[in-house]
Each structure stands twice: as C-alpha cells, then as structure tokens.
C-alpha cells in the first residue's frame, strides 16, 4: 500500500508560479513511477508529467517548457514546478503513484486545487 499526501494548490494570476508536492508514504521502495494528473470541470483526467524511478520524464505537450517535475528519493517526495501558469491550467490536480511489473496498481492523492485567474 503506498499513501500519497499532495500539497501546495492555490490561487495565482496568470503568468505566476505555483509548486505543488507529493509525499509518499508506506510501501515506497514498490514505485516504479509517479507523476501528476488533472482533471478540469467537466473534462477527463489527463496526464500533466510523470517520472520514473530512473529518472526519465515526460510531459504533456500543453505544459512543456512551463513545468517540471523531480523527485526527492530522500524524501519520498514528488515536485511539480509550475511557472507561466495560464488560465486553462486550472484544475485539480492528483498526484499518482505506479506500482509493480506484471500487474500493476495505481494510487492516488486526494487532489489539490489549482486556479489561475486571468
């Protein structure tokens, strides 16, 4: 079981900075990957950043050059830096957490809100 515990959500004009974190707790050595998702009112959950246990990353192509993702092994914690923010970013945002090989688990945080006013 692994518990992920997000943070850092609020309310910043267009153009401002936010960072959002993810602490891990529990079975932390199983992750394989985690990463931030978000959902806006109405829309699916869609995939913002994620990073392997190696380090590799990839990002949505709406978020490439504003954000960056990173993680603190030390800490079993997940960052995503967030700058250039526009309205359209707006939403909530989950952290998620991959675990296993053959079969896999995914968990996820309670979700942070996100607003960016224009």
């Known amino acids: 079981q692994v518990q992920l515990v997000e943070s850092g959500g609020g309310l910043v004009q267009a153009g401002g900075s936010l960072r959002l974190s993810c602490a891990a707790s529990?079975?932390?050595?199983?992750?394989?990957?985690m990463g931030w998702y978000r959902q806006a009112p109405g829309k699916q959950r869609d995939v913002v950043a994620r990073i392997t246990d190696s380090g590799s990353t990839n990002y949505a192509d709406s978020v490439k050059g504003r954000f960056t993702i990173s993680r603190d092994n030390a800490k079993n914690t997940v960052y995503l830096q967030m700058n250039s923010l526009k309205p359209e970013d707006t939403a909530v945002y989950y952290c998620?957490?991959?675990?296993?090989?053959?079969?896999?688990?995914?968990?996820w945080g309670q979700g942070t809100q996100v607003t960016v006013s224009s």
């Open positions: 998620h957490a991959q675990v296993g090989v053959i079969t896999i688990y995914d968990y």
């Open positions: 529990g079975s932390t050595w199983s992750i394989n990957a």
